[in-house]
């Protein structure tokens, strides 16, 4: 036997002994459950020489397992703590969704108030201005109220002076007048007394008012006596005296003259 010979005898036997081997864990594994857990074989290698005769080693049947207890139901624990996660799981989402709604509120909130706050102010800086708006209209008013007092107290003296002026004006033209117009009527009354002619029947004391109309330049157009203490003679004299006293004297001042020339005769006794 050659040397290659003797070789060969024993690779077959040790191939032999791994398909043996292979054999039965795979024996084993079908044979028992998945959860059995697979024990290892014990085995006994015999070292072989060239010369030696190859002896399959025995291969040890493993010692029978128990069979493993069921594993319990947990499936209601599961689904107990499933929707206990869920629970918890949907309240962390309900407290996020309060917590965004309550912090979204306390925003609006927070701007509902900046808002009023800021209405206030603008409220308040537009009473202010109205307030120094009326104040300065009032002060304004009082202003042109105090002129126009002190304008009605100018416009009063002025109105007083001038008046005091008119007034005093015309006391020195009435008075120039009356003057003007005593000393016409006196003319007259002169020129008419240097016409009449005493009659028989006059008395001493003689007063009668005489109503003379006349016309510009002073020509008699009408007497008529009045009252008199005098007899109808009398009367008649007079009469003959103013229109043989006809025209009348002209009036110093033509502003005096007058066509009803009234006048007290008086002859002198």
Known sequence: MTHNERNVI?????????????????????????????????????????????????????PPQPDPEPEPDTSEQDRIRAEEQKRLED????????DRIRKAEEEAEAER????????RRQEEEARKE????????????????????????????????QAELTAESNRLEAMQANAKA????????????????????????????????????????????????DATVRRSIETAVYQASPLPNPPDPSVFDRNIVLEFRPRD
Not at 113 to 120: C, D, F, G, S, V
Not at 133 to 144: S, T, V
Request: with cysteine; net charge positive; aromatic share 4%.
């Open 183 to 230: 000393a016409y009527v006196y003319a007259i009354q002169q020129r008419i007394q240097s016409r009449w002619v005493k009659p028989p029947t006059a008395i001493a004391g003689i007063e009668c008012i005489v109503n003379i109309r006349q016309l510009p330049g002073g020509e008699v157009v009408d007497v008529s006596i009045g009252r008199c203490n005098g």
């Open 91 to 98: 309240a962390r989402v309900e407290q996020e969704r309060l």
């Open 10 to 62: 024993p690779v077959t036997m040790a191939l032999l002994l791994h398909v043996i081997v292979f054999g039965s864990l795979v024996f084993a594994f079908d044979f028992r459950s998945r959860a059995t857990p697979a024990v290892p074989l014990a085995l006994t290698a015999t070292l072989v020489t060239d010369n030696a005769v190859v002896i399959p080693p025995r291969v040890e049947e493993p």
């Open 113 to 120: 108030q900046r808002q009023a706050l800021a209405e206030k």
């Open 131 to 162: 307030r120094e708006r009326l104040a300065a209209e009032r002060q304004r008013q009082e202003e042109i109220e105090r002129q126009r007092r002190e304008n009605e107290r100018l416009r009063a003296e002025a109105e007083a002076a001038r």
